[in-house]
């Protein structure tokens, strides 16, 4: 899934860091850490999940627009 997310062109990613949208990027996190079995990135996936935390959005909206995708220790 992060592969598919990664290759779509930058204004789709931005587009997917939108509020609300931005859950896609939540969900691409935690399959992400589950291929790397990453007991952490998986807890820390699913917090972020549960609890939507409002500035998450930000911080991905400029790290897509800076890197080219979000910001995540598995990467």
Do not use: C, Y
């Amino acid at each position: 899934m992060m592969k598919w997310l990664n290759e779509q062109p930058l204004w789709l990613k931005i587009v997917f860091a939108l509020p609300l949208i931005n859950v896609i990027w939540w969900v691409a996190r935690i399959v992400l850490s589950v291929e790397k079995n990453n007991t952490l990135g998986i807890v820390l996936g699913i917090i972020l999940l549960i609890l939507g935390l409002p500035i998450v959005w930000l911080v991905d909206l400029i790290t897509i627009i800076v890197k080219g995708t979000v910001l995540w220790f598995d990467n």
